[in-house]
């Protein structure tokens, strides 16, 4: 049952837990079809789109995160993908479970070496739940931002904290808005001008969203991808995990636990479940 804060539970009667009741049910309506927007188009190249995402200096630090975190206890990834963290994660002895809306992302992962150990339950990460408790649940690499409403959202904080055994871990790693980078009346910010890859974020402030556009040219093809997403504050997340009964226990930049400050760009937040 959900609580606020230091606060006791609300009673069934109590307009907060019916809110909450209400939440998960609008985000039971609202599921976007079929595989999303990861594809099958899109989860057949993910990884090679991805690559710096693989990199030992960026995975190796995430993985161990996880593993510390994790403590001997089960770990649930919300938007598994194609494995990129629970494989790794798994073969450094953390019993692993996932949950995925793209069948073409799972059916990737599942492919790979190792996978089968690994039970990934098909569905959306703010409503579906996978068999048991555990003591993580994690959500990485700016996944929470494709829930596009604030009510989704919450709903994803209330799903992992139903996951979780008292004393777990429900942690995200998303960027920082960038709105301090837009000059006045503008709105694109390009992310990332590399070979092969052009990325754009388009920002609707208005409605607290943005859009960004991919734009590859690898190996003789020339892609593009539009990816919607929600963006909210570190203080907006706090309060989410709050509302589900989570308190905050650690911010860092990055999974090197690099301190938080003014001028980071992402934050790794861990918060904790400390009552049933």
Same mark, same amino acid.
């Given at each position: 049952?959900?609580?606020?804060?230091?606060?006791?539970?609300?009673?069934?009667?109590? &307009?907060?837990e019916? $809110?909450?009741? %209400? @939440?998960? #049910?609008?985000?039971? !309506?609202?599921? +976007?079809? *079929?595989?999303?927007?990861?594809?099958?188009?899109?989860?057949?190249?993910?990884?090679?789109?991805?690559?710096?995402?693989?990199?030992?200096?960026?995975?190796?630090?995430?993985?161990?995160?996880l593993?510390?975190?994790?403590?001997?206890?089960?770990?649930?990834?919300f938007?598994?993908?194609?494995?990129?963290?629970?494989? &790794?994660?798994?073969? $450094?002895?953390? %019993? @692993?479970? #996932?949950?995925?809306? !793209?069948?073409? +992302?799972? *059916?990737?992962?599942?492919?790979?070496?190792?996978?089968?150990?690994?039970?990934?339950?098909?569905?959306?990460?703010?409503?579906?739940?996978?068999?048991?408790?555990?003591?993580?649940?994690?959500?990485?690499?700016?996944?929470?931002?494709?829930?596009?409403?604030?009510?989704?959202?919450?709903?994803?904080?209330?799903?992992?904290?139903?996951?979780?055994?008292?004393?777990?871990?429900?942690?995200?790693?998303?960027?920082?808005?960038?709105?301090?980078?837009?000059?006045?009346?503008?709105?694109?910010?390009?992310?990332?001008?590399?070979?092969?890859?052009?990325?754009v974020?388009?920002?609707?402030?208005?409605?607290q969203?943005?859009?960004?556009?991919?734009?590859?040219?690898?190996?003789?093809r020339?892609?593009?991808?539009?990816?919607?997403?929600?963006?909210?504050?570190p203080?907006?997340?706090?309060?989410?995990?709050?509302?589900?009964?989570?308190?905050?226990?650690?911010?860092?930049?990055?999974?090197?636990?690099?301190?938080?400050?003014?001028?980071?760009?992402?934050?790794?937040?861990?918060?904790?479940?400390?009552?049933?």
């Amino acid at each position: 049952m959900a609580r606020l804060g230091g606060q006791q539970s609300p009673s069934p009667t109590d &307009p907060r837990e019916n $809110r909450l009741r %209400d @939440v998960v #049910g609008e985000c039971k !309506s609202c599921r +976007m079809s *079929a595989d999303g927007v990861f594809d099958d188009h899109i989860a057949r190249t993910y990884d090679e789109d991805s690559a710096e995402m693989f990199a030992p200096e960026v995975l190796g630090p995430t993985v161990h995160f996880l593993a510390e975190l994790a403590d001997g206890r089960r770990a649930l990834e919300f938007a598994i993908g194609t494995g990129r963290v629970a494989l &790794p994660l798994s073969a $450094r002895g953390v %019993d @692993v479970a #996932g949950i995925e809306l !793209s069948r073409a +992302m799972a *059916a990737e992962m599942m492919a790979k070496p190792g996978a089968a150990g690994i039970p990934v339950t098909i569905g959306d990460m703010a409503t579906t739940r996978a068999e048991g408790t555990f003591g993580l649940v994690y959500l990485v690499y700016n996944t929470i931002t494709n829930l596009l409403t604030q009510d989704e959202q919450v709903a994803c904080f209330c799903n992992a904290a139903a996951h979780l055994d008292v004393g777990g871990h429900f942690v995200i790693e998303v960027f920082v808005p960038a709105l301090r980078r837009l000059p006045p009346g503008e709105s694109l910010i390009a992310f990332d001008v590399s070979n092969g890859h052009v990325g754009v974020d388009e920002y609707d402030i208005t409605n607290q969203r943005l859009t960004s556009h991919h734009y590859w040219t690898a190996n003789g093809r020339a892609d593009t991808l539009d990816s919607p997403h929600r963006y909210a504050w570190p203080a907006e997340y706090d309060l989410m995990a709050r509302i589900v009964g989570l308190t905050l226990r650690e911010r860092w930049s990055d999974w090197q636990r690099t301190p938080f400050t003014a001028d980071s760009t992402s934050h790794v937040s861990v918060w904790e479940k400390t009552s049933a």
